[in-house]
């Protein structure tokens, strides 16, 4: 038999009348059981939506964050079981046992991810590290989280960016809105200058701060002098504020102490040198 | 046999009657269930609230510290328990069983970590490396601690960020209130001044310090010339203060030590710099 | 028997003619095979991109980039799955499980990689985390997405470098081109200004801007004080403008907050330095 | 039958009395043991303090620091025994065996961290690493050794900061108070002051030390010119001390150094530049 | 029986004479089967060089870069088949299994690295991550592809380095060589230039370069002000030129800026320094 | 039954008088076998003194390092194996087997840092990577070897630090004491000075040294002119000395070569700035 | 049978006469096996040494670098294959698999670090990476290869320090002995002076350079200008010479181009700073 018999044969045989009509109603029925999923998806999250959008407004309702961070997870995970339900539809469950059989321990390490994951958010979400709208820090990165789905973590940065984050990767959480954050404002005074007038000074401004500024809780109160460094003593002014407001309570507390000083003669020192001139120099 | 009657026949023989009803059953059930366990938490974290606060004040009672470490872990531990009883009540435990059989070796993996933060915090607490209200330092990360958890521990930091650390993830400690704490405060004097003058000006302060200040246990004493500088001679001045107030010791330290040495007249001297002057310069 | 009749035999009995005619069959069937595949893929190629063409033009056809992700991925596809099929053809299936029964657990190890690749692009495809076009930042790599295969994300970058990243290596991915960017310009003024009139001259600029430039969404808007830094006071302005023009935007707010400055008589200061001569030195 | 039925059923299936009574019973065993456990935990430290405590004294008895190591080691070693036996007692070895049947691979995973730490502190101790009032540096913490417990090893820094350190993250140990150790001070000089002078100034001052300094067993000696650095000439000198009091000795030989070269005229250079003036300057 | 006696047996029962004439015929034919297969690849690398230089200059053959990278791999591909060949020659299969049951785990650990070496290479050849003679960074090396082997791949440094890289640890690939590269040039001007005479004249020297270097593509622009830095205004201009040229293009824009700017009275600015002498200082 | 009859019962069962008496037995038996092992040890340990000391004193012995090294060594491994048949004496093989029966897979792990120390020392050994005396860097740690024992190897560094670092972590070794060592000197003079001068007067210094300092073997040589820096231009003078002398070569070298540019009047620069007068400077 | 019995009884089961004479005797086998062992090593090693020796005279010979990196090899090949010999006989094979039953994980695992560094010793000596003389850069150590041992490489630094490299950890090599280096002298001229005045004083410098030293291959070329800096323009030649001669190059050129410059009247500026005075400061 010649080599090409032998090829067109094996050919031949994998593709025979029946085969072509069996795999054309495969395909209908996938396409069929994707249309079916995709529309149970679209419907689903409209009930998921309207859900939590009544349970915003009745009285013995949830919370609104709580329930924004709910209804970005429930949609999340109907997508996830949806995309399952119809994986399972179409290859009927022996066939992926079969494909399992064959790749099974590399498949294996893969899914791992998926249910590491998984894992991690459900204790986020039981734990109440953070919710949707909250300000955290996650490994570097940091933003106001977004939506804590069943597999990523959105956060929005204050610069635009759009950080996604695995959750099996985050462990260690910094979240910056659960209670009051400190306002700090460092300010310089040159060596000649009485530290004694210069307190007294941002004490005023203080007081002033204190019964002006709405969104500071505590304080402010002058610490003390916090350093003896190379151009001047360091003295340190700290509040507490409602969270995410602490930068403009910041910036407010920098103005009013730079007019203060100004009035009061005290000097913000720009870095000083001390020249020694020596005579005859080579 | 059509595609479209077998796709049929195929979804309604997934959907009869009476899966529907048993489906039905299964959902009230649960939900009974789970509205079962939440009522027995709030019960239980009642009754752990008030056995705690009763300890605290009878007379042979925990110290208040441990009583607040053990409350929350206990809350904690209440929580999680109930979560698990739910769990195996609503998905009976065959269920259970039959699905670990399928995603097992994934499944183990992820139960992993927090078998291991179980563990760890055990440790935590049978060691007393922590208890509620210490501050404390781990992997970077500082605070106060809030609650220490079956998994996580949660810490408040001077900012008022609450950092949120898994058990397992923590390996070395450092517990700042355990023990007096050192005031450390670096001194620079100019070369041209007499190091003796300075160290008798600055040990006059430290014994004025040593009586007007109440939370120093030891000294501060003068340790001596630390540095022959750049642009000076540094003096170390050292005192065991109570724990978390070393930081308000040494910003009176650095003031009177300031208003000493400007009334003996020694300088802290501002950078320097001996200029050479090169005649015919390019 | 001699040394070298030994080798003689050995070396004749794995030569025999009927051996080199099968030899030779299989290599023509395997080079037959070979070209038959990469037919197949020009054609699908072809096919896939006339698809999209046509879908993009279609009134409820999906959106460009939408497209543009998915037909880079379905080449890859099409591709890998006919390497597939060709190395099944070549050599029979059985000869593959004898070779992995010998090198096994080394492929198995090799073939991970592939497995994780392929997963994790799954998962940016399903959670939307990018799409062809997209201006995005991966462990350090930034560019615009110009490929999302099956195994690796291909980045252009701004320099013109083409960046090649596994699928499998990316965990953590941050998007720019996911809503308005922020565009931020800080200005240093020196201390001897005034900080509320530069504030006003900075804002009647912002006011201009508004109007003036089109990418701007929101904003610009003066922050504030944010640094008594030390050589001046910091003052910062910040916008939001359409993505990918954040760049352009700072340039003309600086460009005109300079001019402005310049036309108040508001200094933007050079490093300054108090000098102290000391007499007598050294 | 009804969902309510089924449920009420098999709540009651498992609530009988006989299980209630049987549940009293094993708690009042369980109380009965933890405090038997307990008492014999204080009795077994009195026990063991007291044996040490009489070693000391004893003229064949261990040196001191070798006691206070084993004391704190056998105290760890009783408690976490008794831990164990009390576990035992309480679940009975089958318990823990079907337990571990379930969770076996994971809390064998958490039970290495434990193995672990009690082989590396076995080691330490046999090696005779460190002992009790060693100061030593343990992956960048620093402190005294105040316990080297079977799990963790504890260190007071001089900071008053209390390192906890488990066991088995130890490979790498400083000690420094193994040996006598260096103290070394680094002295610069002009470029135009003579080397040999100030070197011989210097050997003066070693010579004077060597005397008067009782914690110094060797040197102390000038090294040489270590450095010909932008500023000057930087001549080294260094000397043995008893442990612990090296910086003590550094210090005292700064002062001394210092007022030598004073009263020989010999400068320690401020940071010298030349100028050129470039005449006719932009 | 004595000790000597016991040994002098032992070692002659190893070394009878028929084991010696086995194993000299053993060495015979291993060192014919050496030779013989280094013959087979000295041809072998004949042919392949012979064809893929035949393949140059045919017309329908494949671009040169091709070629040359598949030349390099055959090669590479022929040696070590021809190793495996001899090995399994010389030691027949029985006993390679026979060693690989003693030492199995370990060797199997040891071969990993080949295939992922393997497969990696074959992953960058089929997805044309780079071809010889590009211009690649990997993982911090930069140098032109020499060779891409079955194992390694070597890079040319400009500085005339060869990087010896294992394919397995090449995972994210920078090209530099896949489309136009960007040539970039930042110009500082003093504050007291005005920016947009700068440009201007800026801009001239651009429409002089587009006219006068080929090797540029798009461009030169001036995108603007991309700092208010220290010391001055930062302008920055971009250009498009052909990979590799980018670094002459921009010296060559450096020049003529220069000269322009010099032309126009723009002066580029040394570090400007404000000195505020005080009167009376210390 | 009551509870308290249960647990009395209980209690008793495990404490019978004939297993007290079996305890106690077994008890006397350890300590007797522990008292065994440690005069072992002590014998041991002088004969392997006194053989290693005989040794060094005969004709045909080891060098003087090896034997030091080789004497440790054995002492080290005299004490372990002691511990370890005390272990198998004490508790019979059976309980070992039994123990690792329950823990075996934790045990195993712990074991195998021992395995690692233990081979991994052997080959430092065998390979003769350093000796007892030796001066080595071994990860970012560097001393005199004191000791390689079974499991680790000691340090003593300069400053008196005890380094002790486990075998197994030891993989790169820098010996500084296998070869001769390079002095190497680096002067600065002023972009004024003739080069050519100065490199003339430098290797005079050399020949001088060369002459007069015996450590050194070969050189030292002026290499020429290494770098045109900000200040001055940089000149590098090399030699090669006895290892652990070129701190001492070079600090000679550098004391003469200034002296001899003092006599030359060639300046070694301190940095130099030109300085541009701006008029009517803002 | 009282305790003391029990013990004797014991001990002296285990140290009957004939065992005792037993162990002499295999002890004494031992030592005449290592002896043995030892002779065929010297033996060996002379013999590998004498053939290679030969080989470099004869003329269809090895090249040098070859041979000597084959001639190490073979004597760490030997030495370390007469070790196991020598093993084995000593312990018959049977005790070492008895042993491996019990240890065997651990030792498995002990081992596999052996063979990692076996095979990428046969890598790299296959693959021609680096030979015995190559100056190469391995994982930040670099020097001259003395040696390739069978698991050790070792590295001759410039500094003299011997670095020992495990052959497993070596994976990315740079080579800087295979094919020309690159010299590269950075020169800076001040921004007034004329840039192609500059250039062509270099160029000539260059052309003579070309003519004058022998070791320059290609070049010596002025790329142009490669920075507008601080304080002037940095304009950049480069040139090819001969492996390890760059440095020497480079230096000569460096002292040529002064001279040139001097010659030329442009200057080497030193940093310059524009000093703008402020009138009435602070």
């Not at 529309?39 to 859900?51: L, P, R, T, V």
């Not at 429930?74 to 790749?103: E, P």
């Not at 001047?232 to 407010?252: N, S, W």
Request: glycine share 8%; aromatic share 8%; proline share 2%.
């Amino acid at each position: 038999m010649t080599v090409y018999n032998k090829v067109k044969e094996m050919i031949s045989s994998n593709l025979t009348q029946e085969k072509i009509f069996e795999g054309a109603t495969k395909v209908t029925r996938a396409v069929f059981i994707i249309i079916v999923c995709l529309i149970i998806i679209k419907i689903g999250e409209a009930i998921i939506h309207s859900f939590f959008e009544r349970q915003k407004k009745s009285r013995f309702g949830l919370n609104e964050k709580k329930a924004a961070t709910l209804q970005e997870l429930f949609k999340s995970l109907l997508r996830y079981a949806m995309y399952f339900v119809a994986a399972i539809w179409i290859f009927d469950i022996k066939t992926v046992i079969a494909v399992t059989g064959v790749a099974g321990v590399a498949i294996g390490f893969g899914a791992q991810n998926l249910v590491k994951d998984i894992i991690s958010g459900v204790f986020i979400l039981f734990e109440d590290q953070f919710a949707v709208g909250d300000y955290v820090v996650i490994d570097g990165f940091s933003g106001f989280v977004e939506a804590i789905g069943i597999r990523v973590t959105r956060l929005r940065d204050f610069s635009g960016d759009l950080h996604i984050i695995p959750n099996g990767t985050i462990t260690k959480v910094t979240n910056k809105t659960r209670g009051n954050m400190r306002a700090l404002v460092d300010v310089d005074i040159a060596y000649e200058e009485d530290i004694d007038h210069a307190i007294r000074a941002i004490k005023e401004v203080c007081v002033e701060c204190k019964n002006e500024i709405n969104d500071i809780v505590e304080g402010p109160d002058v610490l003390g002098v916090v350093k003896l460094g190379e151009f001047g003593i360091t003295i340190r002014v700290v509040a507490k504020t409602i969270p995410l407001t602490q930068a403009a309570v910041e910036m407010e507390l920098r103005r009013r102490i730079k007019y203060k000083l100004d009035k009061e003669g005290i000097e913000i020192p720009y870095p000083r040198r001390v020249i020694l001139n020596k005579e005859g120099g080579c």
